[in-house]
């Protein structure tokens, strides 16, 4: 912790004066897209700097952080932008975790640790790692070979859900086989067994669950509210807090995810996605070791967003508190349709309809052009609860269309 210390002079008042890093702190970011652009504007009034690494020029997080040109896949790359950095966190997991390690074998301060990102990152890994801690979780099968595969269908049933260990995202390292005989397609689909394949039973699941979950240097955890997404081709759409759930139901969802997060390393913000069942029970489905999508309503809804909380916490900083603020908030993401002009127009459409509605934020991402399911933005509506919010949006996607009834 050399370097920590050599940053403390200008630092706050904190609890842990041997790692906590000061507001001159340099903190460096891999990735520079959305969740890179708002950590950067959560760090500004706290007058912490960020810098981000990303291939794009003028990448989404630039207007926020002082962008270094450069891949966060490159390790020499990562490497030179880390050395540069007092502490060095992500907005992605699919990193070149042997690169972080190396650099944090030579005293640079990654958090969440390099080994909760190679865990995380192999989705697979991820479950084993969940199983032995503990946490709920519907069955799944590695699967390297046919017979492997073969064995768990004839185990789990139909629908069976393969899934990519790597790399995956938006649901597009993921296929379903409804039948025996769609498996070899769903194998073919995913690039193959060497690709690193594993599956899930069916999970006939009533809603889709989400909840961050914050964790500090010291291992302190702090759940959010629980939130309910709604996704559209694997794609999150909406978001709903608090989730339309009994207290019973969020508050295991609060326990199992601070399990879940609580048993890795390291300090920062962590999504965890759940499934509830139609008899109440939840199982994790997932989890990011970072700011997620269904934790941006925390910007608007909370007393601390999920983005300074982050800061916080890899700077060794007092966790920030993570209770609702308004009765409810609802977040849609806007994504693009298609490429091109008109598509853009409607998302534009969206934008302005938002500001026509009280308790409604819009965020911009300034992405350079449209494309199909890319996330261009995103709105947030606030109100008195839940379900005023919902209508507040409602209102917006009716405007949006032109029916202003
Ligand atoms: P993300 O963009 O959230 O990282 P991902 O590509 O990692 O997504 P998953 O979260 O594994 O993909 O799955 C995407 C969606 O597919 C889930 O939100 C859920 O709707 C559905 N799904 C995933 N696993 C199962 C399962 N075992 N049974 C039924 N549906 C599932
Ligand atoms: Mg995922
Ligand atoms: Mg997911």
């Known amino acids: 912790r050399g370097r920590a210390r050599a940053v403390k002079e200008e630092k706050f008042r904190v609890r842990d004066e041997e790692t906590a890093l000061g507001r001159d702190a340099r903190v460096g970011i ?50 030179a ?42 989705k697979y890994a991820q479950k084993v790692h969940f199983s032995q801690a503990g946490v709920p979780l519907g069955p799944f099968a590695d699967c390297p070979d046919e017979a492997a595969l073969q064995k768990a269908a004839s185990e789990f049933g139909f629908p069976l859900m393969l899934k990519s260990k790597r790399l995956a995202y938006d649901g597009r390292g993921n296929a379903v086989a409804k039948t025996a005989a769609d498996l070899n397609d769903a194998v073919v689909k995913l690039g193959g067994f060497e690709q690193g394949l594993y599956c899930e039973k069916w999970v006939p699941f009533a809603k889709e669950l989400a909840v961050m979950v914050v964790r500090a240097r010291d291992g302190e955890t702090r759940a959010y509210p629980v939130v309910e997404t709604v996704h559209e081709d694997n794609i999150c759409d909406i978001t709903t807090t608090p989730a339309p759930v009994p207290n019973k139901v969020a508050e295991a969802v609060q326990e199992a995810a601070k ?29 990011a070791p970072r700011p997620h999508n269904s934790g941006h309503y925390t ?13 916080r916490a890899i700077l060794g900083w007092p966790l920030g508190d993570t209770s609702l603020k308004v009765g409810g908030a ?25 500001l026509e ?8 991402y300034e ?5 199909a399911a890319r996330k261009m933005g995103h709105i947030t509506v606030v109100g008195p609860s839940a379900a005023v919010a919902t209508e507040r949006l409602d209102t917006i996607l009716r405007a949006a269309k032109g029916d202003h009834t």
């Open 330 to 354: 609802v977040m849609k993401n806007i994504l693009g349709d298609a490429e091109g002009d008109e598509a853009m127009s409607r998302a534009h459409r969206l934008m302005g309809a938002a």
């Open 30 to 79: 891999l990735g520079g897209g959305q969740l890179g652009r708002m950590l950067g504007i959560a760090a500004s009034p706290m007058g912490v700097r960020l810098k981000a690494l990303d291939p794009t020029e003028n990448c989404p997080a630039s207007v926020s952080s002082t962008q270094v040109v450069g891949s966060f896949r490159d390790k020499e790359a990562v490497k």
């Open 357 to 364: 509605v009280p308790g409604a934020s819009i965020h911009w």
């Open 259 to 287: 399990k879940a997060i609580g048993s890795f390393t390291g300090a920062g913000i962590f999504g965890v996605e759940l499934f509830l069942l139609h008899d109440g029970s939840i199982l994790l489905n997932e989890c």
């Open 81 to 122: 932008f880390a050395r540069e950095c007092d502490v060095l966190t992500v907005e992605i997991e699919h990193i070149d975790v042997e690169a972080l390690r190396e650099l944090a074998a030579e005293g640079v301060d990654v958090q969440p640790t390099p080994e909760t990102l190679a865990t995380i990152q192999d």
């Open 367 to 371: 992405k350079p052009d449209m494309k």
């Open 299 to 311: 910007i608007e809804g909370c007393a601390c967003s999920q983005y300074e909380n982050h800061l």
